[in-house]
């Protein structure tokens, strides 16, 4: 754990989407453009939308830090913004390099470059919220679904702090677009934030956030859904939130403390958490290192599980859980890992190695290499062709199955064959 946490990455492996390259006037609409030209623009920000979707795939597949990216992934869920109204994909590019690059740093750091991201001024309304016309959208989610959840503020905190996050814009005109704060725009009158009247403004309204107790327990809650159970454990919580608090709210030692606690390692909690699209489906392409499938493909599978990256449902992210297995995703899944199996026994069975490379979805540079992964011995030996070996057999189910595999271990069943009959378990959909 101490290794993982001590090599988090922050800036990805892979080069830029390619579109990031065309001058900023190809890819952005014009004062007075047509209904043609405003029609292209729409067709080139879809398309450059999917192509940056398949950049982040492939980015997840390949990275030497994968534990960064399930990190990225659980700020994107936290921190909501969604390309179909930002409608910039080179904003929600940056966005995804300032949540790599804070996933395992400080989250009052994290916090602060979020609130004038330019995606997130644009997706929750900042760039409306001026002095005189408040815009609460920002506001009310920085509270209910960024630091304090619901019942930990009043409807006049709210309020107020609209006022106080007046006055910034995304400014588009270079080719790296960013946020000012505009001071004709912000209210610089007195406002009364949980029980403080002052002239507040973004610093002041942060710092009366992340005074307040409660925000150590909301992240620790919302990490402990997300790696530990769906079932709180108060005692246990609190004195992580504690520690975070008293860190300054610096993430590793949360993590830290998170991932090595008893609860996360206690038997009960095995299987208590349902892999998402991402997780299944990156997950079974870093260990079987199958190449054939094109990051741009993986997507499409991913997103028809119900998992759209840069795409989810509302503010509130994906609801996950139980959520994601109904009837028809659970097809699907089965369906990929058909496929996955199938590509990955031909390979065995041709004597191919892994030294390819994922194609398409406008990633560049990016391969599969020989000897990745500290399991690489181990994927040989599950999938080479030959007599059983019930050590390797118990040790692949410890490791693929959180639970007891439903299905049973057919009498001279090869390798290749224990690992079709995990992988497709139903107990392989857990974590």
């Not at 809650?221 to 005692?235: H, K, N, T």
Request: contains cysteine.
């Amino acid at each position: 754990m101490e290794r993982v946490l001590a090599t988090l990455q922050t800036e990805p492996l892979l080069p830029p989407p390619e579109f990031l390259e065309l001058p900023l006037e190809e890819r952005t609409l014009a004062a007075g453009a047509s209904r043609e030209e405003r029609q292209r623009i729409q067709r080139l920000r879809r398309r450059h939308g999917q192509e940056l979707a398949a950049w982040w795939v492939a980015e997840m597949a390949l990275t030497d830090s994968p534990f960064t990216e399930v990190l990225t992934l659980f700020w994107h869920d936290h921190f909501v913004s969604e390309l179909r109204k930002v409608r910039a994909p080179e904003l929600m590019w940056r966005q995804n390099l300032l949540l790599r690059q804070h996933a395992g740093g400080n989250f009052r750091e994290l916090l602060r470059e979020i609130s004038t991201d330019p995606a997130m001024v644009i997706y929750l309304d900042t760039q409306q919220n001026r002095k005189g016309r408040p815009n609460e959208n920002y506001a009310r989610e920085l509270f209910e679904l960024f630091t304090l959840g619901e019942g930990h503020y009043t409807e006049s905190d709210v309020k107020e702090a609209a006022r106080a996050l007046t006055g910034w814009r995304v400014n588009r005109a270079s080719g790296s677009p960013g946020t000012n704060f505009v001071p004709r725009f912000h209210d610089d009158g007195e406002k009364r934030i949980f029980g403080v009247t002052a002239e507040h403004d973004l610093d002041s309204l942060l710092a009366l956030v992340l005074a307040r107790p409660r925000v150590a327990t909301f992240i620790t809650e919302e990490l402990w859904r997300a790696f530990v159970s769906p079932d709180l454990e108060a005692e246990t919580i609190e004195a992580l939130a504690g520690g975070f608090r008293e860190s300054g709210y610096e993430l590793r030692p949360l993590l830290r403390g998170l991932l090595l606690s008893d609860a996360f390692w206690r038997e009960t909690n095995r299987g208590a958490l349902f892999r998402s699209p991402v997780d299944l489906v990156i997950g079974t392409v870093r260990l079987l290192e199958s190449r054939d499938f094109p990051p741009a493909s993986l997507h499409r599978t991913i997103s028809g599980m119900g998992q759209a990256l840069l795409s989810p449902p509302n503010v509130k992210g994906w609801p996950g859980g139980e959520r994601w297995i109904t009837s028809d995703s659970l097809l699907q899944r089965r369906q990929f890992l058909d496929r996955a199996l199938l590509g990955r026994f031909i390979e065995a069975t041709r004597g191919q190695t892994m030294d390819g490379g994922m194609r398409g979805g406008g990633m560049r540079g990016g391969r599969m290499r020989p000897g990745q992964g500290a399991m690489d011995s181990l994927r040989a030996e599950w999938t080479a062709l030959g007599g059983s070996n019930p050590e390797r057999d118990a040790a692949l189910t410890q490791c693929l199955c959180p639970l007891p595999a439903v299905f049973e271990r057919v009498p001279g069943e090869l390798p290749a064959q224990t690992l079709q009959r995990l992988l497709l378990d139903p107990t392989f959909q857990l974590k």
